[in-house]
């Protein structure tokens, strides 16, 4: 405004030589040009404040968009926004790895994503504001997952707010709970039946019978033996499985402590003709493990080869040093050391092995493979034995696999990590004799 009066007093200045009077304008529009220049500059200076404040404005809100944007995709639970149209509009980086949301599918229609009623029916409810919750299966890199789905409105843009949580994991342990206290179940009713049934003859019809009452005495004799060993078995699961029972790592002979087992199994073996072995392929002195749970797998997997193999034969256990990899779900004790190799222990029988169709249900809690192996009482397990090795080996943070031909044989392998020391720091090595048998 000031340069406009300027340039008025500047002509006023020039017509004024002409007409007196324009000097009289350049005199007043001279007295005008401070005032607007002061005035001007006082706009300028409370523009450039609103222009930094509005900036200000917009950078905080930048900030905050991009704060929740971080929480979103930090959550561990996938979310998924959808708006008024029921269109996705924004997915975290967990709904991604997840459910496969990629970025390519925002603009997407929900419906589109995902082909479960359930889930159409919660966001439709929620963009509508209703707030939802439901349970739906998804399949996922070819298995079913099962999700705790919620369904929130978003007042202000219309749309629907959904999250979703994985608990295949508690569904499948709410699944193994309720079958495992069917099975426990049925399997103490078995024997008690049994007991019941002997004492309830022998009170009656049985009781001047000698031949009857010898042969009562021995069923409940061995049903009786038969809870005692699925108790113990129970006994055994529960203390694996409690997390807060920390495991005792100390220096543990292995010769030694198979060479206990074998003892425990000899008459057994004998009965058979079998043969007890233990060999080593490379010398190994002392190892650092729990060895109660090492003995305890030992124990199980030692009992079931003298059940099922051939007469005739030998059962062996073999034992080597070398690399065993770390399974993340199953960590090893901090205890062991990350620079001691690993062990790996195979149980191998000559028997009637277990059919391909079974192999990976034998580590289940009371599953047995009755047409694999004998169902007599004579070979009877409780169901346990396996499940507990599985366990014990992943409290040592190793694994337990299986390998079996049916009707020639079966070995499972016990790998455990970081727990045989390197030759420079055992302080006492044993080396044993590869093939030593048990007299």
């Not at 179940?185 to 010898?214: F, N, Q, V, W, Y």
């Not at 009562?216 to 061995?222: Q, R, V």
Request: overall charge negative; hydrophobic content about 45%.
């Amino acid at each position: 405004m000031w340069w406009t009066v300027f340039t008025i007093v500047l002509g006023s200045i020039v017509l004024g030589t002409l007409l007196p009077v324009f000097l009289v304008v350049a005199a007043l529009g001279t007295l005008l040009i401070p005032f607007l220049a002061i005035r001007e500059q006082r706009t300028l200076r409370r523009a450039r404040r609103e222009l930094i404040e509005q900036r200000e404005v917009l950078d905080h809100e930048k900030r905050l968009s991009q704060l929740r944007r971080s929480v979103i995709d930090a959550a561990d639970i996938p979310i998924v926004v959808t708006d008024v149209d029921g269109v996705v509009s924004k997915a975290n980086a967990r709904a991604g790895a997840v459910l496969g949301v990629r970025p390519a599918m925002i603009g997407r229609r929900f419906d589109e994503l995902f082909t479960q009623e359930v889930l159409h029916e919660l966001e439709s409810l929620a963009r509508a504001g209703e707030q939802g919750h439901a349970r739906a299966s998804i399949p996922l890199s070819g298995q079913m997952h099962d999700f705790d789905v919620s369904a929130d409105p978003v007042p202000v843009s219309g749309g629907a707010v959904l999250t979703f949580r994985d608990i295949t994991e508690l569904s499948r342990a709410m699944t193994l709970k309720a079958d495992f206290a069917a099975n426990a179940s049925h399997e103490l009713r078995t024997p008690i039946a049994s007991i019941k049934g002997a004492a309830e003859t022998l009170m009656g019809p049985a009781r001047d019978d000698p031949r009857m009452l010898s042969r009562l005495i021995e069923m409940i004799a061995s049903n009786a033996s038969r809870l005692e060993l699925l108790a113990q078995d129970l006994l055994d699961l529960s203390k694996i499985e409690a997390e807060d029972l920390p495991v005792d790592i100390r220096e543990v002979d292995l010769a030694s402590l198979v060479d206990s087992v074998f003892a425990e199994f000899a008459p057994g073996a004998q009965r058979r003709e079998l043969r007890l072995r233990f060999e080593m392929e490379q010398p190994i002195g002392l190892i650092h493990s729990d060895p109660s749970l090492l003995k305890l797998m030992l124990r199980n997997l030692v009992s079931n080869a003298i059940k099922f193999a051939h007469e005739g034969t030998a059962v062996r256990v073999i034992a080597g040093v070398e690399r065993v990899p770390i399974d993340r779900t199953a960590t090893p004790p901090d205890t062991l050391s990350a620079e001691h190799d690993g062990l790996v222990i195979s149980v191998r029988d000559k028997g009637v092995g277990i059919p391909l169709e079974h192999q990976k249900r034998v580590f289940e809690r009371f599953y047995q493979v009755d047409e694999a192996r004998s169902g007599s009482a004579a070979k009877r397990g409780t169901g346990l034995g396996l499940a507990i090795v599985k366990h014990a080996a992943r409290r040592l943070g190793g694994n337990v696999t299986l390998e079996s031909v049916y009707q020639s044989g079966t070995s499972f392998t016990i790998g455990l990590p970081r727990c045989v020391p390197k030759p420079e720091d055992t302080s006492s090595p044993r080396s044993g004799d590869a093939g030593e048998e048990t007299p």
